[in-house]
């Protein structure tokens, strides 16, 4: 069973920077993937960014590469997400997510076992 909790979000004008944190407790070794959604306001929720364990890095869906920076730690105990020149498109609840097997694409929720509660993002204008 793995605890996950999550930290940061808040509110920023357009442009601007946050960070959000995952602490995972438990047993947290066997987490292939460890990443983050998001679920804007009438939307599904999406995939955001994502690690596979020995994966040569984190990706990132489109709308974000350049701009956000998924670090996972080694022991799969953290991932923060550095968000930086954010959009209004970028406003919506943050999920941190863990879990996968081997071989998990890790862009999916089914990949999933454990979900964070969700912090709240929201960008203006």
């Known amino acids: 069973q793995v605890e996950l909790v999550e930290s940061g979000g808040g509110s920023v004008q357009a442009g601007g920077s946050l960070s959000l944190s995952c602490s995972a407790s438990?047993?947290?070794?066997?987490?292939?993937?460890m990443g983050w959604f998001r679920r804007a306001p009438g939307k599904e929720r999406e995939w955001v960014a994502s690690d596979y364990i020995g994966g040569g890095g984190p990706r990132y869906r489109e709308s974000v590469e350049g701009r956000f920076t998924a670090s996972p730690d080694n022991a799969r105990k953290t991932i923060t997400l550095q968000m930086n020149n954010l959009k209004p498109e970028d406003t919506g609840i943050y999920y941190c997510a863990a879990g996968g097997v081997y071989g998990s694409w890790c862009e999916r929720p089914d990949d999933y076992e454990y979900w964070g509660q969700g912090t709240q993002v929201t960008v203006s204008i």
């Open positions: 438990g047993d947290t070794e066997n987490n292939y993937c």
